[in-house]
């Protein structure tokens, strides 16, 4: 920042140093010699009147951490943003949001391999590992289902329901629905605890009683249900629950 008196006056990207403007920055170095902000900003691409891109991009990184743990990483907690919450952000209009919303969606295609390639899942850590960077700092519970064939690979993964900070209302009705309209052939049930703590409430072990009658019911067993916490999870099935 620069002054002229008592007035004071911002640098726009164009007005930085050539070694501190992140496209220039990345060209020089690589991508990995850059900032969070500055990745974000060249995304963005344009900051307002009152800040540039990058200190944009630090208000956005910011606001995604609000109200998690201080260790929470900003990135991950801005992946779970929709466009209507980045729309919140004092700066982000339709635009910047939805380049923000693709990016994060192109990242997760490729961290998921490519959509001729399914994950087979051999133990329930291979489950966690899956959908831990999606659900583990979500800030309401989610209820999902996981999709698989006849060699346990993943078919899809499906939202059934979302609740509040603490609780979410699961019926059977709803996750036999999707299985069976999906051709399932096993499910495993996903849930988070926006708590942290994955130990299963006495609610998630009766809902969890109840889909696993259903299942046998309509011949789709429930192999496992898998209970997403802060880097960290809970398997029934690793638990004798199931």
Sequence with gaps: ????????????????????????????????????????????????????????????????????????????????????????????????????????????RVHKNSVYIKTRIKSPSDMADYVLSDMRFLKKEVFKIAVLNTKKEIEVIKTISEGTINATIVHPRDVFQVAIRENAHTIILLHNHPTGDPTPSSEDIEITKNL??????????????????????????ENNLI
Excluded at 9 to 21: G, H, Q, S, V
Excluded at 43 to 59: A, D, H, K, N, Y
């Design 212 to 237: 696993v009658g259903v299942g046998k019911l309509v011949k789709i067993d429930v192999i496992d249900h898998i209970v997403i916490g802060n880097n960290k999870y809970y398997s029934f099935l």
């Design 1 to 108: 920042m620069k002054k002229l008196g008592e007035r004071e006056l911002k640098y726009t990207i164009k007005e930085m140093p050539e070694e501190d403007r992140p496209q220039e920055k990345l060209l020089k170095y690589g991508a990995e010699y850059l900032s969070n902000a500055e990745l974000l900003a060249l995304i963005i691409r344009t900051g307002t009147r009152e800040c540039t891109s990058v200190e944009l991009s630090q208000r956005i990184l910011n606001e995604a951490q609000k109200g998690t743990d201080k260790n929470q990483d900003a990135l991950a907690c801005l992946k779970n943003f929709s466009c209507k919450d980045l729309m919140k952000i004092s700066g982000i209009g339709e635009s910047k949001a939805s380049m923000i919303v693709s990016a994060f969606t192109l990242a997760d």
